[in-house]
Each structure stands twice: as C-alpha cells, then as structure tokens.
Nanobody, 122 residues
Framework: QVQVVESGGGLVRPGDSLRLSCAVS????????MAWFRQTPGKEREFVAA??????RYGPSVKGRFTISRGDAINTVHLQMNSLRPEDTAVYYC?????????????????WGQGTQVTVSS
C-alpha cells in the first residue's frame, strides 16, 4: 500500500513564503518520481512543479517564485513557495509514480496525497 502524505499548508499574507513537504511510503526499495499539482474549485488540477530526469520543471504561473527540492530521505520532496499571491490559493497535491510518461500531466501519476490547503489573503 503506497501512501503519499503532504504537510505544510496554511494561511499566509501576499508576499509571504511557505514550504510544503511530501513523503511517499509503502513499497520497500521503490523509487518514485514526485510532482506537485494544485486545484481550485471548478478548475482542473494544475501542474506546479516536478523533477524530470534531474531537471526541475515548473508551471508558467509559478516559475521564478517556487522551487522544488529533494528531501534528505528517499522519496521526499519539498516545495518552497515565495512571493505568494492570492491567486496561489488552492489545495496543493503531491503526486508520485515510478515512471510517469509526462511529468506535467496529472494522468501520469498513480499515487496522490489528500492535499493541503494554501490560502493567501490579506
């Protein structure tokens, strides 16, 4: 049973920073490609960030403000979010797969966390 767990969401003001974390567990010895997506009510789940063969990739709306990084433990990633804006308000999801065929596509990932709410408001 693979589990994906996010943490670190919360309520912040515009311009603030926030760091999300994600850990995957369940299959001993498996390595996962991991990504971040986000979703707001009535909209499709949007790609935020991922590693693609060692290169970090970002959605256009977050590029230059968000940074994805690997954690010290295997199958962990972080998302550092700087210069947050009200339009960044969403539920952020961590996704994992052993071999996603398109790193930016939500359909490529088999395993998902429950999501963590990020609210940016003054």
């Amino acid at each position: 049973q693979v589990q994906v767990v996010e943490s670190g969401g919360g309520l912040v003001r515009p311009g603030d920073s926030l760091r999300l974390s994600c850990a995957v567990s369940g299959r001993t010895g498996s390595r996962y490609f991991m990504a971040w997506f986000r979703q707001t009510p009535g909209k499709e789940r949007e790609f935020v960030a991922a590693f693609n063969w060692g290169v970090d990739r970002y959605g256009p709306s977050v590029k230059g403000r968000f940074t994805i990084s690997r954690g010290d433990a295997i199958n962990t990633v972080h998302l550092q979010m700087n210069s947050l804006r009200p339009e960044d308000t969403a539920v952020y999801y961590c996704a994992a797969d052993e071999r996603p065929y398109e790193y930016y596509s939500r359909n490529s990932y088999d395993f998902w966390g429950q999501g963590t709410q990020v609210t940016v408001s003054s």
